[in-house]
C-alpha cells in the first residue's frame, strides 16, 4: 500500500507539480516549436512520453551498474546524452522497418527528441531524486504525460491566438511566450498539493 | 589533474565507438533496405513536391506507384514525358496527363471594385478574409494580397493592379494555388479552353454591379446564345463547361459586362 501511495505521489507531481515544461522550464524548443496544431502536439507528446520511458529504463541500470561502480558518476552527462541520441536512432530504425505507418506518424518528431533536454532532464533528475527502478519508470511516465498535457494546452491557447487580433509589437514569437508565461503561472497553483493528498 | 582529463575522454570515446559500432550493427540487420524500384521512380519525378498529384510529395507520389497504388498519370509539371517513362518503368499502358492552367475568376480590379473599407492588418488573403469578407464591397473577388503567389511553385502568379494574374507559360497546373485561395476563386482550367468568367460574384444582379462593374450580373445572354449549351448561369454567376465548349465565340460576343472573355492560353514550357 506504502509503495502505491509512493508511486501515485510520484506520478501527479511529476504531471502536475514538478511539469517539466511549465515548472521546470525544460523542453521548451519543442514546446514552442511543435504546439501550432492539436494533433502535431499531441503526436509530439506522445513520442516524448515513449522515449522518456525508454530512455529512463536504459540509462537508470547503466548509472548504477557502469558509472557508480567504476566511479565515473561525473561522466553522467555527457554519457547520457550519447546513450539517449544513440537510442532515439535505434527507435527510428526499428520503427522504420517493423511499422512504417507509426513511423510515418512519428518520422518529424523523433529527429526532434533525440536531444531534447526534457528526455535528459527526466533521465537525471530520476537519479539525483535517488528513485529505485521502478519509481523511475513511474516518474519519467508522469513526466511524458505532463509534456503531453503541456502541448495539448498550449496548442488550443495558440489555436486562439492565431485568430485574434494581437497588437503588432506583440505578434509572433512575443505573445506566444506571453501565453506560455501564464500557464506556466497557473500551474503554481499545484505547488504543495500533493504532498497534502495522503496526509 | 591530467589522469582524469584522459579518463574522461576515453570514457566518452569508448561510448561513442560503442555506439556508433552498435548503430551501423542496428543498421545493417534492421535497417529497411531501400526499394530500387522506388528509387528508379523517384528519378523520373520532378522533384518540386508540388502536390498536384494528390501525395505530399514526390517520394510519396513514388512509393504509391512502386506498390501499384495508383496511376501514373497524375503528375502534372512533368507531364507526358514523366508520364511516359513512369509508364516504361512500370510496364503498362498510360493516358498523357490533362494539361490544365490555373485560371483567376476575378477581374476586379483597382478603380472597378468599390471598397468599402482600408484593410491595415496582416498582409495575407486568409487573413483579410477574415474581416468581413475583405475590404471590397465584393465578397466573391480576389483580395490581392497574393496567397496565391506565396505557394506558387513556379513563381507564375504577380498580383498586378490588385488582382491575381497567373503567366499560363509558367503555371505548371498544379493546382497548388487553388488550395491556397481563402476565396476558391482559382480553378484549373484545359489548357485549350477559349472562354473563361472572369468573375466569381454569386450576387444578384444589381447588388453584384454596385459592387464592381466588372462583374457577372446573370443575365443569362450567354446561355441562350451558347449553340452547344456549354453555359450555365448558377447562382447568379455563368459557368462554362468545358467539355462542351468549342470555342465559338458567341457568348463573348452577347456578355453586356464584358465578364465572359476569350483567352488563349500559351503552350506549357516543357
Not at chain 2, 530500387?36 to 528519378?43: A, F, S
Not at chain 2, 512509393?63 to 514525358?81: H, Q, R, S, V
Not at chain 2, 477574415?130 to 465584393?138: R, V
Request: charged share 15%; glycine share 10%.
Amino acid at each position: 500500500m506504502e509503495v502505491f501511495k509512493t508511486l501515485i505521489v510520484i506520478l501527479l507531481s511529476s504531471v502536475l507539480v514538478n511539469n517539466y515544461v511549465l515548472s521546470r522550464f525544460l523542453g521548451i524548443c519543442p514546446f514552442l516549436g511543435v504546439s501550432k496544431k492539436l494533433n502535431q502536439a499531441v503526436g509530439m507528446g506522445v513520442s516524448v512520453t515513449a522515449v522518456m520511458l525508454l530512455a529512463t529504463a536504459v540509462t537508470w541500470p547503466i548509472q548504477y551498474f557502469v558509472l557508480d561502480r567504476f566511479g565515473l558518476g561525473y561522466m553522467q552527462t555527457i554519457v547520457f546524452i550519447l546513450i539517449i541520441a544513440a537510442l532515439v536512432q535505434m527507435v527510428e530504425i526499428l520503427l522504420k522497418k517493423f511499422s512504417p505507418s507509426l513511423h510515418k506518424g512519428l518520422g518529424v518528431y523523433l529527429p526532434l527528441i533525440t536531444t531534447n533536454c526534457a528526455v535528459l532532464g527526466v533521465a537525471i533528475n530520476n537519479i539525483t531524486d535517488g528513485f529505485n527502478f521502478v519509481e523511475s519508470i513511474v516518474s519519467s511516465l508522469g513526466c511524458g504525460l505532463g509534456f503531453l498535457l503541456a502541448m495539448v494546452l498550449f496548442s488550443g491557447i495558440r489555436s486562439r491566438i492565431d485568430e485574434s487580433e494581437v497588437p503588432r509589437p506583440f505578434r509572433g514569437v512575443a505573445i506566444t511566450l506571453i501565453a506560455a508565461s501564464f500557464i506556466s503561472l497557473a500551474f503554481m497553483g499545484f505547488a504543495g498539493i500533493v504532498d497534502k493528498l495522503f496526509a | 589533474m591530467l589522469p582524469e582529463i584522459l579518463t574522461a575522454l576515453a570514457v566518452v570515446a569508448a561510448v561513442s565507438l560503442i555506439l556508433g559500432i552498435l548503430l551501423a550493427l542496428f543498421i545493417r540487420f534492421f535497417g529497411k533496405e531501400e526499394n530500387e524500384k522506388v528509387k528508379e521512380i523517384r528519378d523520373c519525378l520532378p522533384g518540386i513536391n508540388c502536390g498536384a498529384c494528390g501525395f505530399k510529395g514526390c517520394d510519396d507520389y513514388a512509393a504509391a506507384l512502386a506498390d501499384g497504388k495508383t496511376k501514373p498519370n497524375l503528375c502534372i509539371p512533368g507531364a507526358e514525358a514523366t508520364a511516359a517513362e513512369l509508364g516504361a518503368i512500370l510496364g503498362i499502358e498510360v493516358e498523357p496527363p490533362k494539361d490544365v492552367v490555373a485560371f483567376v475568376h476575378c477581374n476586379g480590379i483597382c478603380g472597378v471594385t468599390v471598397q468599402k473599407a482600408a484593410y491595415d492588418g496582416i498582409s495575407t488573403c486568409r487573413a483579410a478574409s477574415m474581416l468581413y469578407g475583405g475590404p471590397d464591397a465584393c465578397t466573391y473577388g480576389c483580395l490581392g494580397c497574393g496567397d496565391c503567389a506565396a505557394v506558387c511553385a513556379a513563381d507564375a502568379i504577380c498580383i498586378e493592379n490588385g488582382i491575381a494574374h497567373v503567366d499560363t507559360r509558367r503555371c505548371l497546373g498544379c493546382g497548388v494555388c487553388a488550395e491556397a485561395c481563402p476565396k476558391h476563386i482559382i480553378s484549373m482550367v484545359p489548357q485549350e479552353t477559349a472562354a473563361v468568367v472572369y468573375c466569381s460574384n454569386k450576387d444578384r444582379g444589381a447588388d453584384a454591379r454596385k459592387a464592381c462593374k466588372n462583374a457577372c450580373i446573370g443575365c443569362k445572354k450567354c446561355e441562350k446564345s451558347c449553340p452547344h449549351g456549354a453555359i450555365t448561369v448558377k447562382n447568379n454567376c455563368a459557368v462554362i463547361d468545358y467539355a462542351l465548349c468549342t470555342g465559338c465565340g458567341a457568348c463573348v460576343k452577347e456578355c453586356p459586362t464584358k465578364c465572359l472573355r476569350e483567352v488563349f492560353f500559351p503552350d506549357l514550357i516543357q
